[in-house]
């Protein structure tokens, strides 16, 4: 229980009360019930079509700034501009309907001109994570059949060995590459579009027409898994779309709780988020850029994160809302330095992504008085947003991540069968449903089987829920961790160590972290007569896998690492080995 004070008679209205008015007819965020892959499903009325109808809706903001890069400020016309001409120039290389296309770029303007303009083409986007290793974003392409990939120069650099690997490309954009690059199909994307800020000079041309449903495949989000090896989740243009409609509902709930009504829109004002986390992820992509497009808000991106350079920018651009995970806003809240700033545009403080404390809660509201905290739930396999947790009703449960958005359902069932459904306070797997599931995973049907089952997505966390619905989220059954909001698939880098010619035994173990939620940590076995080192073992590790996967310590075991009768390894006991370890490094 919160040590907040509640309003008197908190709550005015429950939760099935505030969803029965927000989706009924005639709102904004009415609900409707449609047969998606022959499973009868509600789904948002009102919700844009398609990714391109969101770039078409989105040029009635006009001059209104989208974009906001170090010195680089883009409008929405401009935006919508070069997805105009960069669409037209992918489909003079022959880019159609189901094709993939990948970007593979840091949070840049050109990384969401790229994502738009393959989208109204019907192409399938492929988002790759920017920190990969080569050998890593080779998988990439070549499991989706990437047909074009546009990237940054860094991306280029780390990528130029691994070209010959991938037979389907047929074209490389690379930006911001100051030098020529002699290779037959790479070319410049600046050629094509200029600098963001020429954006607005380019010819007034119409987006595609080609045929695409609300169905159809939009996009290729990787996530690992127990293989070790990435899968791509598949997600449908009303899948990615449905987002809009869950940020709407979502701010719109916490006022009925109240027993007040919600504002309405005011045509001439422009909020603006503090976007802080990778739009190669679902949450960055699916849940802040495409809400922001559609609405009309204006997104402040950064080079990499900073606490000095997000005050700057919360301050010069009266940032509205900030967060991601929670490591971002333990630092909003604890950097020495925040009292030189005025950050009093704040109004939220929203994030996800990674295990919080109810601490968290308690400290933004204390130091932002004026921001409403919050949270949610999701994975790249419901296309982000499932759950959320706001305002008071987040004071209230800060240990929550929500309530299922109206058109989803969630469901605890036992862990065994998988078929029978637990009764509230139980703990047990949660099973969630709605029409942003995802589709499959990408030429898995095996896997595809195993997640998703007559259209629900079975998530691999053990939680409970309460009377009302709220989600708590207790543990994961699958083998993972997280480390401020990137996923850590043990499987993966447990495999590497084994690579190594010292190496008998290995597992990796989460090490709780303060403002990162847990860091990954490795026990292993050596082989008899065999010598390593901590940092030669980390070293390795770092050679074939993304910084953020590395061990931050590695300890050894004497003898073969403990395990059950069924030759799992007792990772509980391992975790042990790093006790009172924790840092707020």
């Known amino acids: 229980m919160s040590e907040f004070a509640l309003p008197p008679g ?14 009924g007819p005639g709102m904004p965020t009415e609900i409707a019930e449609e047969t998606i892959r022959g499973i009868p499903t509600k789904v948002w009325k009102n919700l844009p079509p398609t990714l391109r109808d969101v770039v078409a809706a989105s040029r009635a903001h006009g001059e209104k700034i989208f974009l906001v890069y170090e010195d680089e400020r883009v409008s929405f016309e401009a935006f919508h501009r070069a997805v105009a001409a960069l669409a037209a120039e992918l ?45 890593e974003l080779e998988y990439g392409l070549t499991d989706s059949g990437t047909k074009v990939v546009l990237m940054d120069r860094e991306r280029y650099e780390r990528m130029t060995e691994h070209l010959p690997n991938c ?38 041309r119409p987006l595609p027409t080609v045929a695409i449903a609300t169905d159809d495949d939009a996009t290729i989000f990787y996530t690992s898994g127990t293989t070790g090896k990435p899968k791509g989740a598949l997600g449908t243009q009303r899948g990615v779309n449905s987002n809009i409609m869950a940020a709407v509902c979502g701010a719109a709930r916490s006022f009925l709780r109240r027993g007040e009504q919600p504002p309405a829109p005011d045509p001439n004002a422009q909020r603006a988020s503090l976007i802080s986390v990778p739009f190669f992820h679902v949450t960055g992509c699916f849940a802040v850029l ?16 900073e606490a000095i350079r997000a005050f700057e920018l919360i301050e010069r651009e009266r940032v509205n809302m900030a967060g991601g995970v929670p490591t971002i806003a333990w630092q909003l809240l604890e950097h020495p ?13 929203a994030y996800g992504g990674a295990p919080s404390a109810p601490e968290l809660v308690r400290k933004l509201k204390e130091v932002f008085p004026n921001s409403v905290p919050g949270q949610g739930w999701g994975m790249t396999e419901t296309c982000a947003t499932v759950t959320g947790n706001g305002a008071e009703d987040y004071m209230h449960r800060p240990e929550s991540c929500g309530v299922a958005v109206p058109v989803s359902k969630l469901q605890i069932r036992d862990a065994a069968d998988g078929k029978t459904v637990l009764p509230a306070g139980v703990v047990g797997e949660l099973w969630c449903n709605g029409p942003q599931m995802m589709k499959g995973y990408w030429n898995k049907p095996e896997a595809t089987a195993q997640t998703l089952v007559d259209g629900w997505v079975r998530t691999g966390d053990l939680a409970r829920l309460d009377e009302e619905g709220f989600c708590y989220i207790i543990d994961r059954a699958k083998d993972m961790l997280i480390r401020g909001g990137e996923n850590i698939y043990c499987i993966e880098v447990e495999n590497v160590l084994y690579d190594h010619p010292a190496v008998m035994d290995a597992a990796l173990v989460g090490v709780p972290h303060r403002t990162l939620g847990e860091e990954p940590a490795a026990v292993v076995t050596l082989k008899p007569g065999a010598h390593a080192t901590e940092d030669e073992l980390r070293a390795h590790v770092a050679e074939r896998l993304a910084a953020f996967k590395v061990p931050v310590a590695v300890k050894f075991w004497p003898e073969v690492l403990p395990r059950n009768p069924n030759g799992k390894i007792l990772k ?14």
């Open 337 to 349: 330095a925040r009292a030189n700033y005025d950050l009093s545009s704040l109004e939220s403080v």
């Open 91 to 135: 489909a003079a290389e022959g880019v159609g309907k189901g094709d993939r296309v990948a970007v593979i770029m840091r949070n840049i303007p050109e990384w969401v001109v790229a994502f738009y303009a393959a989208a109204s083409l019907g192409a399938v986007v492929t988002p790759l994570n920017a920190w990969w290793t080569g050998p």
């Open 290 to 305: 495409n809400p922001s497009l559609f609405g009309g808000a204006k997104l402040v991106m950064m080079r990499k994160w």
């Open 10 to 23: 908190w709550p005015a209205m429950s939760i099935e009360q505030a969803h029965a008015i927000l989706s």
């Open 572 to 585: 509980n006991e391992l975790k042990k080995l790093f006790e009172g370890e924790q840092t707020d490094a």
């Open 167 to 204: 037979p389907d490309l047929v074209r490389v954009y690379v930006t911001r590459e100051r030098d020529e690059i002699a290779h037959p199909l790479v070319k410049r994307l600046e050629a094509v579009l200029g600098a963001p800020g020429a954006w607005k000079d380019l010819p007034d």
